[in-house]
């Protein structure tokens, strides 16, 4: 399957610092890019969905001033955790899509998640 | 967000036996469906789809049941073995929508 690479894999910050995640799909073009929380024992909750030179797409009760996404290529895509604390640490993963073919859905391949630590 | 999950459910096996993993899906108008596998610390791996015009696809091990009358997806995997153990969510999608939203999620324990 297609690679997606995530960096960093862990990341840790003071409070009220801000933090960048970068998202890359690595052999294919991704003209929709997801970011995605996951807490501890819990199923992955869509942040906001991003489309390549637009702007993202946030789910209800997502600040989008605070979670800032960047996609501003086919195969790049930044999650910025604006001014952290504590509650934002979090397991965070993006995933990739080829949806130029809208006849039909295809998989999504995820990138190996951030673990983000706001101390 | 959508598809909160919460206190995942466990599935214990023992090694060779067959596992079938259940998940119900909300949105009769969701046409494709995956299943993913996710380990501790990493991100969800594809495992398999199929789309709503299937009833049944085969993979190597696995087979996703579809049953669109009562909204739910199986997931079997046959001969158990250790590396199996992980957390394994189904995702759908509605031809509408590039999102895919994600079930609550069942952990497989594999026993030697």
């Known amino acids: 399957g297609a690679v997606v690479s995530q960096h960093p894999s862990w990341v840790i910050c003071k409070s009220g610092t801000s933090v960048k995640i970068e998202c890359r799909s690595l052999d294919f073009q991704a003209t929709t890019m997801f970011w995605y929380r996951q807490f501890p024992k819990q199923s992955l909750m869509l942040m906001a969905t991003?489309?390549?030179?637009?702007?993202?797409?946030?789910e209800q009760g997502v600040e989008k001033d605070k979670f800032l996404i960047n996609h501003a290529s086919l195969t790049l895509s930044t999650l910025t955790v604006t001014s952290a604390h504590p509650e934002d640490s979090s397991f965070y993963i993006c995933?990739?899509?080829?949806?130029?073919?809208?006849?039909?859905?295809?998989?999504?391949?995820f990138g190996q998640g951030t673990r983000l630590t706001v101390v | 967000g959508e598809s909160v999950g919460l206190h995942l459910p466990t599935l214990s096996v023992q090694e060779g036996d067959n596992s079938i993993i259940n998940c119900a899906y909300s949105n009769s108008a969701s046409d494709y469906f995956i299943w993913y596998k996710q380990e501790s610390g990493k991100g969800p791996q594809f495992i398999i789809d199929i789309r709503s015009n299937m009833d049944k696809r085969q993979g190597q091990r696995v087979t996703v049941l579809l049953n669109k009358t009562v909204k739910h997806l199986s997931l079997q995997i046959a001969a158990t073995q250790p590396g199996d153990s992980a957390v394994y969510f189904c995702a759908e999608n509605n031809r509408g929508s590039d999102k895919l939203i994600f079930g609550t999620g069942t952990r497989l324990q594999v026993f030697p």
């Open positions: 991003s489309n390549e030179g637009s702007k993202a797409t946030y």
């Open positions: 995933s990739a899509r080829d949806l130029r073919d809208s006849r039909q859905n295809t998989e999504a391949f």
